[in-house]
C-alpha cells in the first residue's frame, strides 16, 4: 500500500495519538523509500528511519561501504552524522565514532539504531565538539549544501559548516580527513579553496549517474573515477598526467572523418565519473582512442575496445537527410533514442526536427565532429 492510501486511513488507527501517528507513518514511508537504497537497515526489525528529508539526502549502502572501505584506524568522528548511514558502515573499520549532529530528533534516532555499535552520540554541531575534541584517526565531513532559504549553494565557503573556516581546527584534531562534497560543486574551485592540504580525490557514481565527491588528505593528488556498478573499470591517474598526455584528435584532422569512414567505427563515451574528473585527453591516449573534438568528449576506434568505462555503439553511418525519411536501410525509421554533446540543438529539438519518438534500438548522436556539428545513426554495442 502507498503512503499516501495508508494516510487516509487514520479512522483504522484510533488508539494511537496524533503523534504515534505520525511516527508510524513516517516508519513505513522511510522503509518504503530506502528499502532499495539501503538494504542492510531494511532487515533489520526495529530500525528506525527519520524524516522523509534525511531518507533523501543519505548516502546510500553501496556508497557509505566504499567510504568506509578507503579507511580504517582506532578513532573517527563523524562531524555531521545526519540519518547515520556513514557512521553505522564507518564502524566497521575503526575501534570506535564520535557521531555528531545538532539536531535531537536525528540523535534520539542514531542512539536506538546505534545501540550495538560503538558509536557515541554527541547533540551538538561540529564548531562545539571540536572545540573540546581529542585526537582521531580520521575526521569526516558532510556540509550541508543548502543556504537558510533551502536555496543550493555551490561554494564550500557557503556550506554547512564553512569547510574553509573550520579546516585548521580538523587539522588540529585530525590526522587525516574526507570530505563528502555534492557532485554539483565545482572541484577545481573547491581544491583551490583547500590548497594547504595534498588530497586524494574519488568521483563515486551508481549506475552512471555521480553521487559524491569524495576528499582524502595526505594522499598524493590521485584522482580515482569509479561506477560503484563496476568497479572492475576504475579509472585512476592524476591531474599532472592529463595534462601531459597527447589527444588524438590530430588524426582525424590529417584523415579527416568523412560519413564514409565512419561507418563500421565503434564510438565511446566514458562514463559520469570520469566526465566528471576531467579525464578528456587521458582517455584518448590510454584506450589508443580519437577524440572527435578538442570539446567534444566522444571517441572513436576502428576495432572494439573491450571493457571500456562507458558505452559504447557502433556507427551505421552519418545522417545527412535532415528530414530523416530514410536512411541507408530499406526501412524507415520512425524511433530512436537522442544523445547531444556538444552540439547546437538540445535532444527535444532534435528529436523535432527529425521527426522522431522515443525508444526503439536505434540512437541517433548529435556531436561536433572537427568543429562542424554532424549526425550519426548508430547501434549500442
Not at 36 to 56: H, T
Not at 71 to 81: I, N
Not at 314 to 323: D, V
Not at 338 to 351: A, D, G, V
Request: hydrophobic share 40%.
Amino acid at each position: 500500500m502507498k503512503i499516501e492510501d495508508l494516510a487516509l486511513q487514520r479512522s483504522k488507527y484510533k488508539h494511537l495519538t496524533d503523534d504515534e501517528w505520525r511516527w508510524f507513518l513516517q516508519q513505513v514511508e522511510g522503509r518504503e523509500r530506502t528499502a532499495d537504497k539501503l538494504p542492510a537497515f531494511a532487515a533489520i526489525e526495529d530500525w528506525w528511519y527519520p524524516v522523509r528529508l534525511s531518507c533523501e539526502q543519505c548516502s546510500s549502502e553501496l556508497a557509505a561501504k566504499y567510504k568506509a572501505s578507503l579507511v580504517s584506524g582506532e578513532k573517527m568522528a563523524d562531524l555531521t552524522g545526519g540519518y547515520g548511514v556513514d557512521s553505522y558502515f564507518f564502524s566497521d573499520s575503526f575501534s570506535s565514532i564520535d557521531y555528531v549532529e545538532q539536531n535531537e530528533e536525528l540523535c534520539r534516532i542514531a542512539a536506538h539504531n546505534f545501540a550495538n555499535k560503538l558509536i557515541t552520540i554527541h547533540n551538538t554541531s561540529a564548531e562545539e565538539f571540536l572545540q573540546t575534541a581529542g585526537q582521531y584517526d580520521l575526521i569526516f565531513l558532510d556540509p550541508a549544501r543548502r543556504d537558510s532559504h533551502g536555496g543550493k549553494v555551490f561554494r564550500l565557503e557557503d556550506c554547512t559548516p564553512n569547510v574553509v573556516e573550520l579546516l585548521p581546527t580538523m587539522l588540529v584534531h585530525g590526522k587525516r580527513l574526507m570530505l563528502k562534497l555534492s557532485p554539483m560543486l565545482d572541484l577545481t574551485q573547491a581544491l583551490k579553496s583547500l590548497s594547504t592540504l595534498n588530497w586524494d580525490i574519488y568521483v563515486v557514481a551508481i549506475k552512471n549517474e555521480v553521487k559524491e565527491l569524495l576528499l582524502l588528505s595526505g594522499g598524493s593528488g590521485q584522482i580515482t573515477s569509479i561506477d560503484l556498478d563496476k568497479m572492475d573499470q576504475a579509472f585512476v591517474f592524476t591531474r599532472e598526467e592529463e595534462s601531459n598526455s597527447r589527444t588524438l584528435v590530430w588524426v582525424l584532422q590529417q584523415s579527416g572523418l568523412t560519413s564514409n569512414s565512419a561507418s563500421g567505427l565503434f564510438l565511446y563515451e566514458p562514463n559520469a565519473a570520469i566526465l566528471k574528473a576531467g579525464a578528456y585527453k587521458l582517455v584518448s591516449e590510454r584506450f589508443g582512442l580519437a577524440k572527435l573534438d578538442v570539446n567534444t568528449h566522444l571517441y572513436v576506434s576502428e576495432d572494439l575496445v573491450a571493457d571500456f568505462p562507458g558505452r559504447v555503439w557502433k556507427i551505421e553511418s552519418e545522417i545527412k537527410n535532415q528530414k530523416f525519411a530514410r536512411l541507408s536501410r530499406s526501412t524507415e525509421i520512425t524511433n530512436a533514442n537522442i544523445l547531444c554533446r556538444n552540439y547546437p540543438l538540445t535532444p527535444e529539438q532534435l528529436k523535432k526536427k527529425l521527426r522522431l519518438r522515443d525508444g526503439g534500438t536505434d540512437f541517433v548522436i548529435g556531436c561536433r565532429v572537427n568543429g562542424k556539428p554532424t549526425l550519426f545513426l548508430a547501434e549500442r554495442v
